[in-house]
C-alpha cells in the first residue's frame, strides 16, 4: 500500500474499512490497519497525505462528512454511484451485479485525523477543506487551463489549441519536477485530441517466441483541420529485444491524411514466458516474491506493456510526444477488430490435465489415472517435438511420443495412464511433462485469462500434475447426485476418490425420480448456469422435506440443508440484506432468498463443498 501511496501521493488518504472486527472477513480489517498504519508512516515526508478519513457505513453515527454520490456527471450521463455500481458489477467472479440506481444517494465518511495532529475537520466545508491544492508558482499555468475548460465545445475541440499550447510552453517555464512531467504528458495527449491527431500501433502476432521476427506498422493520423509535422517515430521494447527502422522518420503530415512507419522487432532469444511480475517467484508463503523487481514497477497493477511506440510530432508549433502500446489486432469475421496485447511464450507449450489428483491408496477407487497432455506449436509454420512423460521417482515410466505440427497455434494431445506403484504410501508426488527438440527441453503452458469486460492477462502454468495420494474415508452412500456449477470440476473430484456420483441433467431435474439419491449436491453457482434447476427447484424442495440432504456449496460459509424435522440456523444478515443461513420448505425461505429466482434456500455462489454422512 505504501507504493501506491507513494505513486499516486494523494492529498487525503479514505479508508474502506476501519481496521476493527467490524469489518468482518480478515483481509477487510488488515486493510484498514495497513491505512492507518501507511498514513502514519508517511506522516514525516515532504508531500505526504494531508487527512484520512474512513468510511461509515457500518457505524453511520461517526459520519463527519456526506457526500453527493448522485450527482450527475456531465461527461458520463451518469451520476458517480451509477458509476460505482458499474464497477462493483465487473467483480464477475465475487457475484456482485447491480442495479445502477438513478437518484441520490449518500457517501458517509468518519473522520480520522489530520497529519500534522490539529483539531478540528472542517467538512462543512467539503473533503478539501483545509488542504491546499494550489499548484503553487503555476498561477498562469492554472488559468490558461481553466480557460480553456470554459471554452472547450465538443463540437469545435480545435478552438482551445492556441490556449493548450500556450499552457505547454508556460508549464516548460522554470524547474520540471515529476509533478510537472505527469502534467506535460496529459496535456500533450490533450493538445493532440484537441487538435484531431490520433496515433496507433500494430504487430502482426500476438503470441510470440523467443527469437521471433515480428512486423510493426505504427501511424499517425491528422484529422484536423491544421498541418502536423512528423519529427520522429521511436518504437521501444524490453532489454535484449532488437528494434529495426524500416522507413525514414520524418515528413510533414497533410490535413486528412495517414502516415505510417514501418519497423522489424525480434523477440530476445532468452525472453522468458510472459507472467504478471508478481508471480515470477513462488509465494514465500503468503506473500509475493518481488525479488528483482523494477523499483518503478513495483505497486502497480501489472507490468508495462512489452512494445510501446512514441511519436514525435510538431503540432500547432509546440513539440509534443505522444506514446501508446503496440498491440495485435486482427479482424474476427463474427464480432470485427479485436486487440490483444503481446505476450511471450516458448516454442512449444505443454499443459498436463488433470493438474490435482487426490488418489485413494485403498479400495477399487486407487486404480489407474489417465492424465492428457496437450501440446501447442506456437512456432510460425511446420514442427516438431517428443512429448517426455517423467513420474514420480520409483513409479512405472511412461514411453515417450512424437508428436508433429504443419502449423502455428495447432495443439495435439495424448493420455497417459499412470498407477500406483506396490506399496504406495500416503504423500505429495509430481508427474511432469516436456517438449523435447534436439535435446532442448520445453516446460509450461502458457495461458491468457480473457473476458469482454477486462484486459487479457497471461498467466504461465507448470506442465504438472500434483499426485495427493491418501487415506480416504467415504461416508456411507450408494448414489449421490450432483448438479454442475460455473467451471465446476468438483464432480471429477469426488468420483475420483470413489464417491458414487451422476450429474444430474435437465432432464432428471424436471421429471427424474430425486428419492434414488442419497444426497443431492448443488454446485458453485449452479442456479446461475443451470435455468432447469431454477424452473425445477420446487421439486428439489419437495424431496428435501422427506429427508433428503440437499448441500449447496457456498463460498463464504458452507451450510447444509437440514431435515424438515431440525430446527433451520438462524441467518446471519450481510450489508447487502441477503443472509448467510440455509434454510428448508418453501415456507421457510426468508423473502430476501425467495425473491433470488426461487433458489434453494442460502445457496449462492462458492467453491469448496464437504459429504456429510
Not at 457 to 471: C, G, I, Q
Not at 525 to 541: F, K
Amino acid at each position: 500500500m505504501l507504493a501506491v501511496i507513494r505513486r499516486f501521493r494523494p492529498q487525503i488518504v479514505v479508508s474502506i474499512f476501519s481496521g476493527t472486527p467490524r469489518d468482518g472477513h480478515g483481509q477487510h480489517q488488515v486493510a484498514g490497519i495497513v491505512a492507518r498504519q501507511a498514513f502514519e508512516t508517511l506522516r514525516d515526508s515532504s508531500w505526504g497525505p494531508v487527512k484520512l478519513y474512513r468510511a461509515a457505513w457500518s457505524d453511520t453515527g461517526a459520519t463527519t462528512l456526506r457526500l453527493d454520490g448522485g450527482a450527475l456527471d456531465p461527461l458520463a450521463g451518469r451520476s458517480y454511484h451509477q458509476i460505482a455500481m458499474a464497477g462493483r458489477s465487473r467483480h464477475r467472479s465475487q457475484d456482485m451485479g447491480q442495479f445502477e440506481r438513478a437518484g441520490p444517494s449518500v457517501d458517509r465518511l468518519a473522520f480520522v485525523e489530520w497529519r500534522d495532529g490539529r483539531r478540528g475537520t472542517k467538512d462543512g466545508d467539503g473533503l478539501f477543506a483545509g488542504v491546499d491544492t494550489v499548484l503553487h508558482g503555476r498561477a498562469r499555468y492554472v488559468a490558461l487551463l481553466d480557460s480553456a475548460r470554459v471554452r472547450l465545445n465538443p463540437s469545435r475541440p480545435a478552438a482551445i489549441v492556441p490556449l493548450l499550447v500556450r499552457a505547454l510552453r508556460e508549464l516548460g517555464r522554470g524547474t520540471v519536477g515529476e509533478t510537472d512531467a505527469e502534467q506535460r504528458e496529459s496535456l500533450e495527449h490533450a493538445l493532440a485530441a484537441a487538435a484531431g491527431v490520433a496515433i496507433d500501433g500494430f504487430v502482426d502476432d500476438g503470441i510470440v517466441i523467443p527469437g521471433e521476427r515480428l512486423e510493426v506498422e505504427a501511424t499517425v493520423w491528422n484529422a484536423g483541420a491544421g498541418g502536423v509535422t512528423l519529427d520522429g517515430i521511436d518504437v521501444t521494447a524490453p532489454p535484449g529485444w532488437k528494434v529495426e527502422r524500416l522507413d525514414a522518420a520524418t515528413s510533414p503530415v497533410p490535413q486528412g491524411a495517414l502516415a505510417t512507419r514501418r519497423f522489424a522487432v525480434t523477440v530476445a532469444p532468452d525472453a522468458p514466458r510472459s507472467q504478471p511480475y508478481f508471480l515470477r517467484h513462488p509465494l514465500a508463503g503468503g506473500l509475493y516474491d518481488w525479488t528483482g523487481t523494477p523499483a518503478d514497477w513495483r505497486g502497480l497493477p501489472f507490468e508495462p506493456s512489452l512494445v510501446e511506440m512514441a511519436a514525435r510530432l510538431t503540432i500547432a508549433g509546440q513539440p509534443v510526444t505522444l506514446r501508446r502500446e503496440v498491440v495485435y489486432r486482427y479482424r474476427d469475421q463474427g464480432i470485427g477488430e479485436v486487440r490483444r496485447p503481446i505476450v511471450v511464450t516458448q516454442p512449444f507449450d505443454v499443459a498436463v490435465t488433470p493438474d490435482l489428483v487426490v488418489w485413494p491408496i485403498d479400495g477399487a477407487a486407487g486404480g489407474p489415472r489417465h492424465f492428457t497432455i496437450t501440446v501447442t506449436n506456437r512456432a510460425r509454420g511446420p514442427a516438431a517435438t517428443q512429448v517426455v512423460v517423467t513420474p514420480p521417482s520409483g513409479w512405472a515410466a511412461a514411453p515417450a511420443e512424437s508428436l508433429s505440427f504443419q502449423r502455428e497455434d495447432e495443439a495435439k494431445s495424448l493420455t497417459v495412464t499412470v498407477a500406483l506403484p506396490p506399496g504406495a504410501r500416503p504423500g505429495v508426488y509430481a508427474l511432469q511433462a516436456a517438449a523435447v527438440t534436439a535435446g532442448e527441453r520445453k516446460e509450461g503452458a502458457l495461458a491468457v485469462i480473457d473476458y469482454p469486460h477486462i484486459r487479457p492477462r497471461p498467466v504461465a502454468h507448470a506442465s504438472t500434475a500434483e499426485l495427493r495420494a491418501a487415506r480416504i474415508a467415504l461416508p456411507a452412500v450408494t448414489r449421490v447426485g450432483y448438479v454442475r456449477g460455473a467451471s465446476d470440476r468438483v464432480p471429477e473430484a469426488l468420483q475420483a476418490v470413489g464417491v458414487p456420483l451422476e450429474l444430474l441433467g435437465p432432464d432428471t431435474l424436471a421429471r427424474g425420480d430425486l428419492s434414488r439419491y442419497d444426497a443431492i449436491v448443488i454446485g458453485s453457482r449452479a442456479y446461475e448456469t443451470e435455468p432447469a434447476l431454477v424452473a425445477n427447484n420446487g421439486r428439489l424442495l419437495d424431496y428435501v422435506t422427506k429427508g433428503i440432504p440437499a448441500i449447496p456449496v457456498r463460498e463464504r460459509q458452507l451450510r447444509t440443508i437440514p431435515p424438515v424435522d431440525r430446527p433451520p440456523p438462524r441467518p446471519r444478515h450481510r450489508r447487502d440484506g441477503a443472509g448467510d443461513g440455509a434454510r428448508c420448505g418453501a415456507s421457510r425461505l426468508p423473502r430476501a432468498e425467495r425473491d433470488r429466482a426461487g433458489r434453494l434456500g442460502g445457496v449462492g455462489a462458492g467453491a469448496g463443498a464437504v459429504l456429510r454422512p
